[in-house]
């Protein structure tokens, strides 16, 4: 069982576009988050959500809006997309409150903007 | 908030040989630090983690230092061997999200 999966994995589209990307997590956490990884590799925090309510939005445009249906789904939104937005994205989950707060990733959605 | 170093950023060894990677962070009251493996085309894994109230943990190949005074950590792999080659990425947290590393791509050569 994949304990965090998002779709699509691959995703390409033009500049201009709106797309979604989609993440579950079946290991019963109550805090999601996306992170954004560039072409170096960087892992940087975008958004933060602690059953279904936003916790952090680390300076993300606008264009981006998180929405959590539920505490086991996040799911990623994007607007008018730019070439700048190519990056692979990652969903990840953790449980707060307990000793072990290790978070878990998804396989990533590598996004491509043209 | 906290920001996290982390060197070097590629790291070479031959199969058998140890790798180190170190990372320094800024804020004192972070007391999580774990240490995630991202193989190509995956995501990052947890593959050990240290609190602040240890000063070394080890898992086989694998341990991790702390020093919260003069606020690093290092990873130790000995033995290494070709899947060990991947990037590793340091962390630091007080409560999350973790503030990663810039990552460390470490190379086995056979």
């Known amino acids: 069982d994949t304990a965090v999966s998002q779709t699509p994995k691959y995703l390409v589209t033009q500049m201009g576009n709106d797309k979604s990307i989609k993440c579950e997590q079946n290991?019963?956490?109550?805090?999601m988050y996306w992170y954004k990884q560039d072409s170096k590799k960087f892992l940087k925090i975008m958004f933060s959500?602690?059953?279904?309510?936003?916790?952090i939005n680390e300076t993300v445009p606008n264009r981006f809006s998180p929405k959590s249906p539920d505490k086991a789904h996040l799911n990623l939104h994007i607007n008018s997309l730019e070439l700048g937005d190519s990056a692979v994205y990652f969903c990840a989950s953790s449980q707060e409150g307990g000793v072990n707060t290790e978070a878990f990733f998804g396989q990533g959605t590598r996004l491509t903007v043209v | 908030g906290e920001n996290v170093e982390q060197h070097p950023s590629t790291l070479s060894v031959q199969e058998g040989d140890s790798a180190v990677i170190k990372c320094t962070y800024s804020d004192s009251a972070s007391n999580y630090f774990p240490w995630y493996k991202q193989e190509l085309g995956k995501g990052p894994q947890l593959i050990i983690d240290?609190?602040?109230?240890?000063g070394e943990k080890k898992d086989q190949r694998i341990a991790v230092t702390l020093n919260k005074t003069a606020k690093h950590f290092s990873l130790h792999i000995t033995e290494t061997q070709p899947e060990d080659s991947a990037v590793y990425f340091c962390a630091a947290s007080l409560n999350t999200p973790l503030v990663f590393g810039k990552g460390t791509r470490l190379s086995v050569i056979a």
């Open positions: 959500y602690n059953n279904k309510e936003l916790i």
């Open positions: 290991l019963g956490h109550d805090t």
């Open positions: 240290i609190r602040s109230n240890v």
